[in-house]
């Protein structure tokens, strides 16, 4: 659910639809991923994925909880 609220709030931030905002939330998410699987991530990588997609600081926790499930 608040994934979708998410793409949502993208949408709205960017001017988009549903697709181009879920392509958008999943290139910040793989480039989170590269960032995390080289030991390089850092809590301001969250808030740029963040501010990239026109998202609230208060999503970094979303991307806590996904970049942990996998």
Do not use: K, P, Q, W
Not at 12 to 32: D, F, I, K, P, S
């Amino acid at each position: 659910m608040e994934r979708n609220i998410i793409i949502e709030n993208i949408c709205t931030a960017c001017h988009c639809g549903e697709r181009r905002a879920e392509e958008y939330l999943a290139v910040e998410l793989r480039n989170l991923r590269e960032l995390r699987d080289a030991g390089a991530l850092c809590y301001g990588d969250l808030e740029t994925a963040c501010s990239g997609l026109g998202l609230d600081f208060d999503y970094t926790d979303y991307f806590c909880r996904t970049l942990s499930l996998n």
